[in-house]
């Protein structure tokens, strides 16, 4: 069995991903309501964050209480076949999750697996040179009960979601902000994904008007039956 996957995204009304000051508390406000088990991200979206810190207010509204028997935050998945992200102890102090898992594939250095093991950083192989992203969100839920992904990630990494049919929900929010400079990044990146020609219809779920003029719209791969 595959978990549900949600993509969900902040954009400019020009269609960036970054480069204009997005609405994160309603952003992640919103993301909650799916009480998603596991948060889904690319090595790029770790690398490309301006910083890691925690504020310090974060940490005590995130922390569970320690009366709670079974602790609800979800895990945080990053796919790194590449080897690439070497801050785990500091994503390891976020408090809005409650543990980290790797996915790397067959070609993942050797190196980088013993850095893992290293660090107590779980992980799932799954895949030759990439991650075979079914595979290993099968394997994540059989190991971890995981039913419900929200992918927080970039262009790169959603197409190789929406590519492999594993998406049952796109959902934006957009700002009216017009962010210009380079057409880049964006949600959805098929050419750097190595999908050139990707192109997914969606059948539309929801559209709902929010606080500062913000849009926020729902839809499912029309692949999916409604």
């Not at 549900?4 to 020009?14: E, F, G, K, M, N």
């Not at 000051?21 to 309603?26: G, H, I, N, S």
């Not at 890691?52 to 320690?66: K, S, Y």
């Not at 959805?188 to 190595?194: I, N």
Request: some cysteine.
């Amino acid at each position: 069995m595959e978990p549900r996957v949600i993509l969900h995204t902040a954009t400019s009304l020009d269609g960036r991903i970054t480069n204009f000051p997005a609405d994160l508390e309603l952003y992640y406000s919103l993301a909650a309501r799916w009480n998603p088990d596991a948060i889904l991200l690319g090595s790029s979206t770790i690398l490309a964050a301006p910083s890691l810190e925690v504020p310090a207010e974060h940490r005590e509204m995130f922390e569970p209480q320690e009366t709670l028997e079974h602790d609800p935050r979800p895990l945080m998945v990053v796919a790194d076949s590449k080897g690439k992200i070497r801050c785990w102890d500091t994503l390891r102090t976020w408090p809005y999750m409650r543990d980290l898992v790797a996915f790397c594939s067959a070609t993942t250095p050797e190196e980088y697996l013993d850095y893992l093991k290293e660090q107590r950083i779980d992980t799932i192989i799954a895949g030759e040179d990439q991650v075979d992203m079914r595979a290993a969100l099968q394997d994540l839920h059989r190991q971890y009960g995981v039913r419900v992904v929200r992918a927080d990630c970039g262009g790169t990494l959603n197409s190789v979601l929406l590519k492999t049919g594993l998406v049952s929900e796109v959902s934006v929010l957009i700002h009216p902000f017009l962010a210009g400079g380079a057409p880049d990044a964006t949600m959805f990146d098929p050419h750097r994904a190595g999908v050139s020609g990707l192109q997914v219809p969606l059948r539309h779920l929801a559209t709902e008007m929010l606080a500062n003029g913000i849009v926020w719209v729902r839809y499912a791969p029309a692949s999916l039956s409604s």
